[in-house]
């Protein structure tokens, strides 16, 4: 009964045509053997049939072209959004480099003469940090002036 149940509530996709091969095969068969799935088949294949008739309403110009060009902006928008992602990404592990790099060479030009000007106190660390603080922000001020410049010329456009 439970093999009946499932293909009775396939009738209306094998009507439709929107079963697969086999499946619709199976259906048919069930339906030449099952006099009350045949007159269920039949009544569906019937309002297929009436559908498949209407006329299909067609958008106006002026819809379309609304949706493509909505459409071609919000795939900009994203296009500019992972654009942004990377180059946000490439900024971050470029300044990570750019700070473990520069740590030797500060140490190298600052430890002589930090050492003489006070022996009892080592600014190297807090000197390093000062200019790594300091290389951060401008890094910051210029993403955020680029971004603004992106902004101003979207907003243009």
Known sequence: MKEHEKLREELSLAAAGALGRD???????HAASCEECAAELEEWRSLAGGLRRLPTPQPRGEVV????ALAAMRFAEESEYRSNRRVMIFLLAFAWV???????????LSSGVLTWLDPQFNHTWMSFAALTLFLWATGGVA???LARQRQSERSMA
């Open 143 to 145: 993403a955020v002036l």
């Open 65 to 68: 072209e609304r949706s493509i």
């Open 98 to 108: 750019l700070t473990l790099a520069s740590w030797p060479v500060f140490r190298m």
């Open 23 to 29: 499946e619709e095969q199976r259906v048919l068969l």
